[in-house]
């Protein structure tokens, strides 16, 4: 007497475009950070004075901040949705 478990849960259809859209939301902040931080170096690097490169690493401090701020509310909000979105778990048995 062989018994099967067998895990059955997949997502919807609203359930996999959320999924992808906080995979998507991911990529985009990687980029905004990497993208920020790149420019942010050539200001401090062009910066003419003591005060004007303090400015720039100031500036670029309160800009990443706010980048990876936004990234975490952002990954809390859509994690959220993401989580509310899946299925509840089937368990076949077969005998």
Not at 26 to 43: E, T
Not at 53 to 75: E, F, H, K, N, S
Request: hydrophobic letters at 55%; aromatic letters at 8%; glycine letters at 10%.
């Amino acid at each position: 007497m062989a018994i099967v478990r067998r895990e059955v849960s997949d997502r919807t259809t609203f359930g996999k475009i959320v999924k992808w859209v906080f995979i998507l939301f991911n990529l985009l902040m990687i980029f905004a950070l990497f993208k920020g931080c790149a420019a942010a170096s050539d200001v401090v690097t062009n910066a003419q004075s003591g005060a004007e490169q303090a400015g720039a690493a100031i500036g670029t401090a309160i800009g990443t901040g706010m980048i990876l701020m936004l990234w975490v509310m952002g990954d809390i909000i859509i994690g959220m949705i993401v989580l509310f979105t899946r299925r509840k778990k089937i368990i076949e048995v077969e005998e």
